[in-house]
């Protein structure tokens, strides 16, 4: 099992930073990947950015350029800055933790339990 306890959400104005994290405790030697996903009401759950671990990052084309992704082994965590916020980026943003359950032999996705990111015009 992997716990994965997410902090740094909120308000900002648009064109403003804010960073994410999400710390992964429990079974962390299963986990293959580390990521982003967000979800605006009415809208489908979407990859944001994602970070292999060996470092390999992916991101969703509306947020090249602003946002980044980074994990620091040591501390278990994956961050996630985002700057120039736009209006069109709230949601809740949900931290993904992409797990190979050996016993079983198959994935398995954990999620955080996803805070706010709100940004006013």
């Known amino acids: 099992q992997v716990q994965l306890v997410e902090s740094g959400g909120g308000l900002v104005q648009a064109g403003g930073s804010l960073r994410l994290s999400c710390a992964a405790s429990g079974n962390i030697f299963s986990i293959n990947e580390m990521g982003w996903y967000r979800q605006a009401p009415g809208k489908q759950r979407e990859l944001v950015a994602a970070?292999?671990?060996?470092?390999?990052?992916n991101y969703a084309d509306s947020v090249k350029g602003r946002f980044t992704i980074a994990r620091d082994n040591a501390k278990n965590t994956v961050y996630l800055q985002m700057n120039s916020l736009k209006p069109e980026d709230p949601a809740v943003y949900y931290c993904?933790?992409?797990?190979?359950?050996?016993?079983?032999?198959?994935?398995?996705?954990?999620w955080g339990q996803g805070p706010q990111v709100t940004v006013s015009s």
């Open positions: 970070i292999t671990s060996g470092g390999s990052t």
């Open positions: 993904n933790a992409a797990t190979w359950v050996a016993t079983m032999m198959q994935p398995y996705d954990y």
